[in-house]
């Protein structure tokens, strides 16, 4: 039996045969793949999973692709690090980062919603993809295009880091700066997914290209084995991730792949930029846009697609979620650092700075195990740090100049330990 039915819309249930669409044309709703899952159940069970390749195609039956993979082959089944320094920092008994800054080959979760979606777009024929970014799609998309001879269009909002923007230039796609929001970029892409044949990822390939985030949560249950932990901890842009690393939990208790279900999933995002967080405050699933100012620029989303749905995943799992200002968002990338050796960008930042809140409010308990998600490199943000960190000490290549200058940082420490 076939695995993939088609697509379906979220709101009202109708169906639709697999195409390059999102929205459903009787309600507007978004629509999302769906599966035959009791041919899903005959298919896969524990052993299948663990015998496939340690990427994350080992889920690929439980992912919308059909043929053989086109592109992407190595993306996914990061490390997931017990966090013992940080657990101990924080004062909770369990805690794990899983860890996408080291995803390959870009170095963020993205490359997992990426690979699906060029999957899919080679599937459907197109010969160009393109998508709306705050910086980590860009990379990705731009990355796996040229694996996969694809020509690409990069749409970004004109003041993204430096770093990210790099990062997609030197894949050689074409490049757009907008000037405008995330908000306006995307806006003004899906004016362009309508006028040009072209393979939007997180436009009219949306269904697929989410699909794959279902990756990061299917890696974290097989990886504690075969368990979810207590709690999740989300960062939020689109609110696509959460959401979907919900459904990966949801699927695997269905499919029989694990007894019970644990994991409560809180939000964490942005004080500058934290519509979904701040719905979740307040309680209510009505989304207010609001205008993007944080250095947490791959969060900056102020009308975020998902946001409802990232909503009601915090609700049905009895999670919650927490803001983070700029200041707390560098503490938490230095925190992550310091106590783990990861670096990550300002997105983990956030997560990681979310955390520590939610720990202090009780949302976490200290008996609890917790999951960081961790899902973007350091390397690409360097600009959050350069003003506060500084060179130790700089001499000339001589063991005197250097015996100086260790006798000042003892007696600088000395005094700043009295003082
Ligand atoms: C895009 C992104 C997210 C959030 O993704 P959504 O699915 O849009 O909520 C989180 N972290 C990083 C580093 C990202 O680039
Ligand atoms: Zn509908």
């Known amino acids: 039996m076939e695995k993939l039915k088609g697509l379906k819309c979220r709101e009202c249930g109708r169906a639709y045969r697999a195409a390059p669409v999102h929205v459903c044309e009787f309600c507007f709703g978004p629509l999302e793949v769906d599966y035959h899952y009791d041919a899903l159940k005959e298919m896969v069970t524990r052993e299948t999973i663990a015998a496939g390749p340690p990427s994350m195609w080992r889920y690929r039956a439980l992912l919308p692709v059909d043929g053989d993979i086109a592109v992407g082959h190595h993306v996914g089944f990061t490390p997931l690090v017990a966090a013992r320094n940080l657990a101990q920092e924080l004062g909770v008994r369990e805690v794990w980062v899983k860890n996408d800054s080291v995803c390959h080959p870009t170095w963020s979760f993205k490359d997992r919603v990426v690979a699906v979606a060029l999957a899919k777009a080679k599937e459907f024929g197109f010969d160009t993809v393109a998508c709306a970014s705050t910086g980590n799609l860009a990379n990705s998309v731009a990355a796996h295009a040229a694996e996969a001879s694809l020509k690409s269009y990069i749409f970004i909002p004109a003041d993204l880091e430096p770093g990210k923007v790099l990062a997609t230039l030197v894949y050689n796609p074409t490049l757009v700066k907008v000037e405008g929001t995330y908000d306006e970029v995307n806006r003004l892409c899906s004016e362009i997914a309508d006028k040009y044949r072209w393979a939007f990822v997180n436009v009219n390939f949306r269904p697929y290209y989410s699909e794959g985030s279902k990756s990061y949560g299917y890696e974290i249950v097989e990886q504690l084995g075969w368990r979810t932990p207590d709690h999740i901890v989300v960062p939020c842009a689109g609110g696509s991730l959460i959401t979907k690393i919900w459904k990966a939990i949801k699927e695997f208790k269905m499919l029989g792949l694990i007894d ?61 979620g927490e803001h983070a200002t700029d200041a707390e968002i560098v503490e938490g990338m230095l925190l992550l650092a310091r106590t783990e050796g990861i670096f990550t960008e300002t997105a983990g930042g956030v997560t990681v700075a979310a955390t520590r809140k939610l720990i202090e409010s009780g949302a976490i308990g200290k008996r609890d195990s917790v999951v960081i998600c961790i899902t973007g490199n350091g390397l690409k943000t360097p600009d959050a740090l350069y003003a506060r960190l500084e060179t130790h000490v700089q001499i000339r290549p001589s063991l005197s100049a250097f015996d100086r200058a260790l006798a000042d940082l003892k007696s600088q420490a000395v005094r700043e330990g009295q003082g």
Request: one cysteine or more; hydrophobic letters at 35%; aromatic letters at 4%.
């Open 260 to 320: 019970r279900v644990t994991a409560r999933i809180h939000a964490a995002q942005a004080l500058g930029c934290g519509p979904i967080v701040t719905m979740i405050k307040n309680d209510t699933d009505v989304l207010v846009p609001v205008r993007p100012n944080t250095i947490a620029k791959s969060l900056a989303i102020g009308n975020p697609a998902d946001g409802y749905y990232a909503y009601k995943t915090t609700k049905e799992s009895g999670g919650s």
